[in-house]
């Protein structure tokens, strides 16, 4: 890895970075378009991503042929048509890139030119995974079927993998060396009618592996699962335990020499844990679980738990948290994976002969794939262990999986039972909410309970899958007042979503003005902002303050200093500041001393291109004691007010009482 590492560092490429050149590059896996992107009132077009191999560049009135591996991410819509293998040229901007497998990235913001047609193999594999796709449908059943089955996680969308990754069914969104296991299996047991010896049926579910490998493309995760696979895949058809160990390392030997970045890969590391839970631990606690349940529930109990023990310490030392919740998040999804696998599996292979049938095949197991993604969805609404990164966490979770093994068997028992009996009380957002800021990126979305499925809700975020998530795991059914501050993309995208299936009453947006009023229920809102002018969108945001027996708010949209100093001397202290623009360095001062929060929620997407939230804004509510929490660290926000005491929850697992003297 370090040689490789070198290399990469020292190559031309990595000598003009800054600077534009004329390149050639032929496409190693499929392009991808990235994360929607919000500047201001519009959306940034749309720009694509795959991983190249860079043939020639020609710079400084040079040209030189070579061979190194780079991304390109490129605006032009015609290269999501592409297909690995493809030669293309383009103007490009070389720039350093975080990525370590990679040399450099190189931008290209005009036309992409196409120089080879696909191979026949590559556009035959193309039309498979193009009609999973399109059999699929939408949705997040419709999105989960062609990444469990080939891969394709094209349609899935991030809100949908977070639930996933946080419900302990991440493993699930793409192949995975399970996926890789079943469909072995499978084409064994069908060489079985062919083949009448083990060992030329081992030779033809080799062959098919290779196939499905090509289909689902040979990138790094998948390499691993299919060695994975192929431990497992022996020793089954062996039935030689003993052979399971050594064929586990020389998976891991293989690997890690054809890609030595996998040695620092920590899904390389998950894969082989998890591998290695399935063959020492698995069968161990199938033969304790007998003695109590069927044999077919040991079965399905068993590989969730194995899994979940060998891969715990990695997860803490990279997550920071463990989930209590996907042991039995895997086990309410596992009977689902294998019909859906299987069925995929045939589904996509007939898709370009027979797309009809394809789709039938596909409706059979859509209500199974809706059934994992409800299950994600229900299992990430829990609350998670959170401990800390890195080494002490890794070490933490070893010493109590140790202390586990070593206690009496009934008090673990009774362990897990109370483990996961406060999980679920402490689940977010919990049942005694009032006020809740979803995590819908880079925008602001937030909701003030008034109970029964009732919220007002304030301005919907740029992303309606998202509000939509959102507002769900709050159970809202109906906004009687919908409040959109002013008409930036990244308040106002989501308006879809926010009104999807529910019953909406008020909307207030550039209809109210100052000194407008409205009750509903023990809620008093009253509007502080926009005065009669004409102002910049920012500065015309509607701003109100919210005040109930238990606590008070104050929301003033993308108000910056200029107005903001008009309304502070009218402004006293509240409970929950829903900070403006997302927390920007345009803040007036006097505004945040005249309100005090307790609490100061910042709306804020992850790695934002605007440097939000700004230093000097954290520092100034820090100043007036106020509790910061951002959507960016902490997730979406939930607080539940008692006669002005507050408690916080978070999406990620913080838990705060707060209390304001």
Same mark, same amino acid.
């Given at each position: ?92 901007? !070389? ?76 493993? /699930? ?17 069908? $060489? ?86 399935? /063959? ?20 399905? !109990? ?44 045939? $589904? ?55 202390? *586990? ?44 309970? /008034? ?15 998202? *509000? ?49 009023? $409205? ?19 920012? @500065? ?113 697992? @913080?838990? @705060? ?5």
């Amino acid at each position: 890895m370090s040689l490789r590492q070198q290399s990469l560092q020292s190559s031309l490429v990595a000598k003009h970075f800054g600077e534009s050149a004329e390149v050639t590059a032929q496409l190693t896996t499929d392009p991808h378009q990235s994360a929607k992107r919000v500047s201001g009132q519009n959306f940034l077009p749309p720009s694509y991503s795959a991983l190249a191999s860079l043939r020639e560049i020609q710079i400084d009135g040079l040209t030189y042929k070579l061979h190194i591996p780079v991304r390109l991410i490129a605006t032009d819509r015609e290269i999501a048509k592409l297909l690995p293998g493809q030669k293309v040229s383009a103007r490009v901007q !070389i720039t350093r890139s975080k990525e370590p497998r990679v040399a450099a990235l190189l931008l290209a913001n005009t036309e992409v030119k196409v120089i080879t047609e696909p191979t026949r193999w590559a556009a035959a594999l193309g039309n498979i995974r193009l009609g999973l796709r399109e059999a699929s449908g939408t949705g997040d059943a419709g999105s989960l079927i062609p990444g469990m089955v080939l891969g394709d996680t094209s349609l899935q969308s991030e809100n949908f993998r977070t639930d996933m990754r946080r419900s302990g069914l991440t493993h /699930l969104v793409a192949v995975s060396g399970a996926n890789f296991a079943i469909v072995s299996a499978f084409i064994l047991w069908c $060489a079985q009618f062919l083949f009448r010896t083990m060992r030329f049926r081992i030779i033809a579910t080799a062959i098919a592996l290779i196939a499905f490998i090509a289909l689902v493309r040979p990138s790094p995760s998948v390499l691993r699962a299919a060695a994975m696979a192929a431990v497992l895949l022996i020793a089954y058809a062996t039935k030689r335990g003993s052979d399971s160990l050594p064929a586990l390392g020389f998976a891991i030997a293989a690997v890690v020499i054809g890609d030595p970045w996998q040695g620092r890969d920590p899904g390389f590391a998950l894969s082989v844990l998890a591998t290695a839970g399935l /063959l020492l631990f698995s069968p161990k606690i199938i033969s304790y679980l007998e003695r109590w349940l069927p044999n077919f529930a040991a079965q399905a !109990i068993a590989p969730p738990i194995a899994a979940m023990v060998f891969c715990a310490p990695v997860i803490v030392a990279i997550a920071g948290y463990l989930s209590p919740m996907s042991i039995l998040a895997n086990l309410l999804a596992a009977p689902a994976v294998a019909p859906i696998t299987i069925i995929g599996f045939i $589904a996509a292979l007939i898709s370009p002969l027979l797309p009809q049938l394809s789709v039938l095949l596909v409706t059979c197991v859509k209500p199974l794939a809706w059934w994992i993604a409800s299950v994600a969805d229900w299992a990430a609404g829990f609350r998670v262990l959170t401990l800390s990164k890195g080494l002490i966490g890794f070490t933490v979770a070893v010493l109590v999986i140790a202390l *586990i093994f070593t206690l009496p068997r009934k008090v673990f028992i009774a362990g897990l039972l109370l483990l996961l009996s406060l999980s679920y009380l402490q689940r977010f957002p919990g049942s005694d909410w009032q006020v809740a800021n979803c995590d819908i990126g880079q925008g602001d979305g937030s909701a003030i309970n /008034l109970g029964n499925h009732r919220a007002i809700v304030i301005d919907t975020g740029p992303d309606p899958e998202l *509000i939509d998530r959102c507002l769900k795991q709050l159970s809202i059914r109906e906004i009687p007042l919908l409040i959109l501050t002013h008409g930036h993309a990244d308040h106002i995208a989501g308006l879809s979503g926010a009104v999807r299936g529910r019953r909406v009453g008020t909307t207030w947006f550039g209809n109210v003005h100052r000194g407008t009023s $409205a009750q509903l229920g023990s809620a008093k809102i009253k509007v502080l902002w926009p005065d009669s002018g004409q102002y910049d969108p920012n @500065n015309s945001s509607i701003a109100v303050r919210i005040d109930t027996p238990d606590f008070s708010l104050f929301a003033g949209g993308d108000m910056e200093p200029l107005t903001q100093a008009v309304i502070a001397p009218e402004l006293t202290h509240v409970d929950i500041y829903k900070v403006c623009h997302h927390g920007s360095a345009y803040q007036d001062e006097s505004l945040v001393r005249h309100l005090s929060p307790q609490v100061a929620m910042i709306s804020v997407g992850a790695g934002n291109s605007y440097g939000h939230p700004a230093p000097k804004t954290l520092a100034l509510l820090e100043q007036v004691g106020a509790k910061v929490l951002r959507t960016d660290v902490d997730g979406a926000i939930a607080v539940a007010a008692h006669r002005h005491r507050l408690k916080v929850r978070t999406g990620k697992g @913080n838990l @705060n009482f707060i209390r304001w003297e």
